[in-house]
């Protein structure tokens, strides 16, 4: 339990600062109102940006596009991968193979390549980045729902359910999957964790639309432009990307307890 | 050769196969391209656009522009880039050394720091010294590229004055962006080393070996690693796979000519033709490290060529 407390204190904080950031911002991250690359001082703690923007104000408000775009992937890849993986898993079959040669296929393209070619497709923006991100994501999410299904399958309680009859769809929800819930959950929590990294990384390259929007991505991509004259600008929203993926890390270990491979 | 040699190899050119025929029709899907957007934005009448469409084959039918691409593929021909119609395998061939360098250096970095890290961890733990190497491969693996570099480019190069902190060319120009992305690298190597060290350390022979009256670090280098490092070899198969996207950000990052550079700026320009040429050069360099892995495993375990040859992916 201790194991948990820790990173999930940490990702309520994360949360909770980014669901009230409009009324702890001490400005509007959007308007400029203040001279550009101040350094930090009272009124502007980390300073100001290459257009006068209160990067503080920007980096709490900040979290809304980053980890919104991140959890929208992650539904993205999980939903899906989670069906598919556990039809593919629990039914065998020529479907299982069919579906796992297609996953095979996309898992040829490395993670953030395969996002990259996605957002060729799509173009820029936030949706088109959660959309390239959770689809990276899929394949990957999908084999490891299969190899728990299947890793629970085996289970002689699961034979009992069978032998005094239940239907198939009962024996798979109500039997298989609550038991491989920890890998599950395990491995959403890396998902998550890759979309962070992935989501805010495209951002940084310049495929998040509009740049006036605050983003974590989006603000490191402001501070490697500026980073001689201005090196704050990327400490703090480099430091919340930081935090948060390293507390869904712990998260992931305290689910997984070594059971997948990161 | 062994039978099972062949199957992945079959395998692997499959998979090539397969993926540069999904980036082919995918990427023919979707409307518009760098011939409208650059002629038009330049003043070129349609007539010009159309006619630099048709010198380029792209009224053809689909599946004439299909044959017509693998057929060149086949010849190392990647076709042309919308732009400038340079033929894409130039492009690439011009940037490709900087990459490979950038991605050899990181992943040697990425070993090195790994398995230390994996090592100290597992020999350690519970101690001091191995949560500390458990804390700090769980933050490479967490700290973006993009962000420890930045930090890095602050230290080192604004701050110390020590290197250089963009462009490419000479090695001084290699060490940060290599250090970097190897250290983010570090930490996935480092958990897997760990892990596998850990279970190897409780099998039985490990246990035999204590029994025979083997000192404990002896019975580490000659029994433990021998066997625990051998799903290391599959994971820095992954993280190959990993480098070739890691790539596009950190010679952003720091300013570096490579493929990642031509992949951002084709992807922003929609210059599709080089697009599809990184892609299939990035199936094929994954596909190849992959069934080399899958290999060096067969032949560092044989129990794998019994079973087909079949490994988990992360």
Redesign the interface.
């Known amino acids: 339990m201790t194991d948990r407390a820790v990173p999930l204190g940490i990702l309520a904080a994360i949360a909770l600062i980014t669901l009230l950031a409009p009324a702890l911002a001490p400005h509007d991250p959007r308007s400029a109102d203040s001279p550009a690359l101040l350094p930090p001082s009272e009124g502007h703690p980390f300073g100001t940006d290459t257009l006068g923007r209160d990067v503080f104000s920007r980096a709490l408000c900040g979290g809304r596009q980053t980890l919104g775009i991140a959890l929208l992937g992650t539904g993205i890849a999980v939903l899906p991968g989670l069906v598919a993986g556990m039809l593919a898993g629990f039914f065998g079959g020529w479907a299982d193979r069919l579906l796992m040669t297609v996953m095979d296929v996309l898992l040829a393209f490395p993670n953030l390549l395969l996002a990259l070619t996605l957002i060729a497709l799509t173009g820029s923006g936030p949706a088109q980045v959660a959309l390239a991100v959770g689809l990276a994501g899929l394949p990957a999410y999908a084999r490891v729902a299969r190899a728990a299904v299947i890793a629970a399958r085996s289970q002689p309680y699961i034979e009992a359910a069978r032998a005094i009859g239940a239907r198939p769809l009962r024996v798979l929800l109500r039997h298989t999957l609550p038991n491989a819930r920890e890998p599950l959950l395990s491995f959403a929590a890396v998902s998550f964790s890759w979309a962070v990294i992935n989501g805010a990384g495209l951002v940084f390259l310049g495929f998040g639309g509009d740049p006036s929007t605050p983003d974590w991505g989006a603000m490191l991509n402001e501070g490697r432009a500026a980073f001689r004259t201005a090196p704050w600008i990327a400490l703090l929203p480099g430091a919340l990307i930081t935090l948060t993926v390293y507390a869904v890390h712990r998260l992931a270990d305290a689910w997984g307890e070594g059971k997948t491979a990161r | 050769m062994h039978p099972w040699v062949i199957k992945r190899l079959l395998g692997a050119l499959l ?2 196969w ?2 540069v025929t ?2 082919f029709f ?2 023919r ?2 409307p518009g391209d760098a011939i409208a957007s650059q002629l038009l934005q330049g003043g070129a009448s349609e007539a010009d656009v159309a006619a630099r469409r048709a010198a380029l084959g792209l009224d053809d039918p689909l599946t004439v522009q299909y044959i017509n691409y693998l057929a060149g593929l086949v010849r190392g021909d990647l076709g042309r880039s919308l732009l400038n119609r340079q033929p894409v395998s130039t492009l690439i061939a011009e940037q490709f050394g900087a990459t490979a360098a950038l991605a050899v250096s990181a992943l040697t970095v990425a070993l090195l720091v790994g398995l230390a890290l994996g090592s100290v961890e597992a020999v350690y733990w519970p101690r001091l010294p191995g949560r500390l190497a458990g804390i700090v491969s ?2 490479a ?7 420890s570099g ?2 890095a ?2 230290l080192f190069s ?1 701050g110390l004055g020590l290197l250089p ?1 963009t462009g490419s060319g000479d090695t001084a120009h290699l060490i940060l962006p290599a250090a970097v992305l190897g250290f983010h690298v570090s930490g ?1 190597i480092a ?2 080393t760990r ?1 596998s060290l850990r279970r190897t350390s409780g099998t039985d022979f490990v246990r035999t070996a204590r029994a025979k009256g083997l000192r404990a670090r002896r019975v580490f280098t000659h029994h433990v690693l021998r066997v625990g490092l051998l ?1 290391v070899v599959a ?1 820095v198969a992954l993280q190959t ?6 790539t ?2 950190t010679e ?2 720091f300013a570096r000519q490579g493929i990642g550079q031509l ?2 700026d ?3 320009d ?1 210059d ?1 033709p080089v ?1 599809q040429g990184v ?1 299939a050069l ?2 094929a360099i ?2 190849l490290v992959s069934a080399a892995a899958d290999l060096l495993y067969g032949l560092l375990d044989p129990r794998v060529r019994v079973e087909g040859g079949h490994q ?3």
């Open positions: 998979t090539v397969a993926s999904l980036a995918a990427l899907v979707v769980l933050l693996l967490s700290t973006p590229v993009y962000w930045s930090l480019i602050l604004a902190a996935s958990r897997v892990a799903p994971v796979g990993f480098l070739l996207g890691g596009v950000i952003t990052l992949l951002r084709a992807i922003l929609q599709f697009v892609v990035s199936a994954y596909s988990e992916h992360d």
